[in-house]
Structure formats: structure tokens, C-alpha cells
């Protein structure tokens, strides 16, 4: 369960109080032969008898409705490992009596999809609740703010929902691991499907949230749809938060547009795209939004329609871990999960797991044990969590929305390709990972 503002001493203060008398003769400080044999670090070793994770997520704003449903997520994982349930009786080492006979207890905040709120709530989870994992965001910014922050406090960091190559590119961090794809592997699953379906030597348009999501994502749709013959007419900034896009999409020439592409999320996006076909837009050129999911297909309704992009996640990709994934959240809060609920629960577990392959809480231990690991155990096929950037070398699932007439609950669009890992993606020297320098362990 999650716990609010607490005035326990901090695990910093235990530090200094320990002195020359060492950590091992400080009440309450773990006394596990893991947490003897290695130095303190972060928020390492742990107090008492209880892990606490933070989920830091954008509770307010522009992405909230992801948010919630992260948080949903992270709350079910907390109760899995502790108890029980879900993926959690099926995962090898994990037990469902917490992790390392430790409990699972945690605390939330609002990100409110900003970095430097972002980062202050990340900051006090970490100063004041003493949290051993941060995890959450629906946003690069703040993915990137608040990974820098864990890297310099040196406590781990998995994150959710976040796009841009950045995150595991120029901005990456020893102490973050991402599974969400990146923009370039976006990219990289629809040109082929998008050209296949509309021809070659097209001009497109875009319009992007102007922050380091959009302005990546726009670059990789960019190079990508070129490198496949097509013409860039534009490429437009709009700013994050935006409700009304009329200026802009008043600004769209239609006689030299084949392919609108809108870079937009969450709440921006269905508000983008709607307002796109009621303006007509479609009749006169076809409009592509690079990445959705069930919140914002939900809330863009029949403007989806035959409307390609790419998800995290969908509960449509039939395999037993995404079977019984979904069912147990369904099972749980009456709603079909989303792919950043996916995520959320996924990297929670993960994090759980390496843990316990390591045998301690110690942070360089449990990132070795991230480092290069196979798995497939999250419903997206066989993935690798790459040692060179920390990037999950996994599927794209690549979707049309469905006519608003075949909508159903959770089910907005057809999955159109899995496009396997094999087909995207880049070396260790090229991209994103050519400019990624992870930084130290300790």
C-alpha cells in the first residue's frame, strides 16, 4: 500500500549517525550477509524489514489518464510480489513473499508530465522515504530528468512509459533500463507498413509536441519515411498541453500533403487528431499518429478509424502472459489494462527478479543482473535488455484504429504486424546507442 509523508530519519541520517562504528552496529539497518559484504550506496543497505519502491507518475495534466493506469499497475505488482498472484506465481525466483524476505511497501507522486516537478517528487521519495527503485513517467522529459537524478543518487531507476531515443541515447544512465521501444524502432515498424499501404514518393506534414519526445519523434519519421522515397513538406512545433490545434491545422497545405503525421500523446493527441477530422483533413490526405494506446484511442473515438500508429502494449496479443496479465487486471479493477499499465507491472517485476538473482538490494549487483538478460515473459516474444544502452531489443506491435461502430471495451484498434526485433532496431556503434556512455556503477 502506499504511504504518505512520513518523519522517519532518512537512511542518509543513519549513515552519519553509524560513524566510525560502521553501519552493522546501527539499529534497524538491515543485517543481511549481502548487506554486511557490500558498501553503502544510495539508499542501500535497507532499514528494517521493508523495501520501499517509488512510483512517480503524471497524475495531473496532459498524459493522466496514462497515469492512472500505470499506477494501477504498480499497485497490483506491489500486491503480487507481496502475496501473491498474477505473473508472480509463474516467474521464476520470484517468491510471492516480497523480495529477499524483505515486504514491499510504496509511495507515489504526480509528475504532473513536467520535469522539474518531476524531479523534486522523485527527490523526495528518494531523501525522504528512502526508496530503494524509482519507476514511472509518461514523458521523456521527465524520464531523462529524473534518471539523471537517479544516477547521481544512485538509486535505480526503470522506466515506464518514454519515447524518445534519448532516453537510452544521448541522455542514458547506468542506473536506468528501459523496455518501452524507442522513436527510431517506431519509425522503423511503420514505414515499411505505411508505404506498403499508401505507395512511394508521397509528401508528408508533420506537427510535434515541442519537447525532446516530439522533436525525436518527428526526426525519426523524418528519416525513416525518407530513406523510403517520401517528401518532407513541413515539419511544425506545437507546444505541450495544447488544446486547441485549429491554428495549426488551418496551416496544413492540402494540396501538397499526401500524409499528415501527428507526433501528439496522451490527451494532446486525441484532441489533435479529432479535431484534424473534423476539419475535414482526412477527406484530402491521410493522417498517421505515430504512437497511441487504449486511453487515447478511447478519448479520440471514431477519428482512430484506419488511423496506422504504434503501441506499447495491447490486450489483443494473444499469448499466455499477455492472457493472464490482462485477466488479472481485469479480474482486479473491472478495466482492460493498457500498454502503459503493461509496462509499469513489467518493469516492477523485472526489477523484483534481478534482486533476487542477486541475492541483495545492492544497486551494482542488480544492474549486472539487467545487463544482457534474455526473457520472455511479458507477452512481447523473446526480448533482450541490452547491456550497451539498456534499451529492450523487443517487438513493435503496429495498429489501425477500428471504425468507432466496432469499438468495444479495450479493444479500439487491429493489431496490422508484430513487427519482431529482428526487423528493427541498430547496433551498439550506431543510432542512439553510438551516442549513449552509461556512466559508473558506484
Known sequence: ??????????????????????????????????????????????????????????????????????????????????????????????????VLDYQLDSVTGDTATDADTARQSARRMIQRDNAIMVSGGSSSAVA??????????????????????????????????REMFNTT?????????????????????????DYNWGQSQQDSMNTYFSDAGWSQVESVATPLGT???????????????????LNHYGLDGANSLSQAIDRGLNEDMEIVVPLYNRPMAQAASGAIEGVFGTVAWDAQIDNEPSNAFTETFQNEYDR??????????AQTLQYAAAVERAGTFYPPEVIRQLEGHEYDNIGMGPETMRACDHQAQRAVPV????????????????????????????????????????????
Open 1 to 98: 500500500m502506499a504511504r504518505g509523508e512520513q518523519n522517519d530519519v532518512s537512511r542518509r541520517d543513519v549513515v552519519k549517525m553509524a560513524g566510525a562504528t560502521g553501519l552493522a552496529g546501527v539499529a534497524g539497518v538491515a543485517g543481511s550477509a549481502s548487506a554486511q559484504e557490500n558498501p553503502p550506496i544510495g539508499n542501500y543497505p535497507i532499514q528494517g524489514d521493508t523495501a520501499t519502491f517509488g512510483f512517480n507518475v503524471p497524475q495531473s495534466g496532459p498524459y493522466s489518464s496514462e497515469g492512472q493506469d500505470e499506477l494501477r499497475a504498480y499497485e497490483l505488482a506491489v500486491q503480487h510480489l507481496n502475496n501473491g498472484g498474477g505473473w508472480v506465481d509463474n516467474w521464476e525466483g520470484l517468491s510471492g513473499n516480497g
Open 144 to 177: 531523462v530528468a529524473v534518471q539523471e537524478l537517479c544516477q547521481r543518487e544512485k538509486v535505480q531507476f526503470m522506466a515506464c512509459l518514454t519515447h524518445a531515443d534519448d532516453t537510452t541515447g544521448g541522455d542514458c544512465v547506468r542506473y536506468s533500463f
Open 185 to 209: 524502432m517506431s519509425a522503423q515498424a511503420l514505414a515499411p507498413v505505411v508505404t506498403e499501404e499508401y505507395g512511394d514518393d508521397l509528401n508528408f506534414y508533420q506537427l510535434y509536441a
Open 243 to 261: 488544446s486547441d490545434f485549429s491554428s495549426y491545422l488551418s496551416q496544413v497545405p492540402r494540396d501538397e500533403t499526401d500524409v499528415l503525421f
Open 336 to 345: 482492460i489494462p493498457s500498454g502503459p499499465a503493461q509496462l509499469a507491472y
Open 399 to 442: 495498429v489501425r484504429g477500428l471504425p468507432e461502430g466496432e469499438q468495444e471495451e479495450g479493444s479500439f484498434f487491429e493489431i496490422v504486424n508484430l513487427t519482431p526485433r529482428e526487423e528493427i532496431g541498430y547496433g551498439c556503434d550506431e543510432g542512439p546507442a553510438a551516442e549513449c556512455e552509461l556512466g559508473p556503477y558506484e
